[in-house]
């Protein structure tokens, strides 16, 4: 799947989940090629870039065009919320949930980075029944009525 097709997926799927007001594409000056905004239901923002590596023997010139599989079975969302605060780790979670819970016919795999092994950059990884894989690391936090900070991956340890 490519990056703007799973964006388009995200947009639709993440506002959907209870903690989330909206997704919206990253649109601003320091955007990346494709990213998403997901503001949540206390006004925290999450930044988060979509990067992709192409299914075995695939080309970038390629038509995107969908290999379905066995929808994954439904899991339960963890809290987003600890304290009225977002952490990396539970963001990851909740989105790695909230995306195995789309039962969307192509994802076989959505995980947080931390499931996998520790790691400085927290994020969700999916992986798609192609063999392709999209990467969504967490470039900016923001707590309600706050900016984004102006380094990314620096992220604040919760928000």
Request: aromatic residues 8%.
């Amino acid at each position: 799947m490519h990056p703007d097709r799973f964006r388009q997926l995200c947009l639709d799927v993440l506002p959907q989940a209870p903690d989330i007001t909206t997704a919206e594409p990253w649109a601003d000056d320091d955007a990346p090629p494709c990213g998403i905004v997901i503001t949540t239901t206390s006004g925290s923002r999450l930044w988060v870039t979509i990067t992709s590596v192409l299914a075995p023997g695939a080309r970038i010139d390629d038509a995107d065009v969908p290999v379905p599989g066995e929808p994954l079975t439904a899991v339960p969302v963890p809290a987003l919320y600890e304290d009225g605060k977002i952490t990396p780790r539970a963001a990851e979670a909740y989105l790695a949930a909230t995306l195995t819970n789309s039962a969307h016919p192509e994802i076989q795999r959505a995980y947080g980075y931390t499931d996998d092994a520790p790691t400085r950059h927290p994020g969700v990884g999916i992986e798609f029944h192609s063999g392709a894989k999209v990467y969504l690391p967490f470039a900016h936090t923001a707590r309600a009525g706050q900016n984004r900070g102006r380094e990314r991956y620096r992220l604040q340890n919760d928000f």
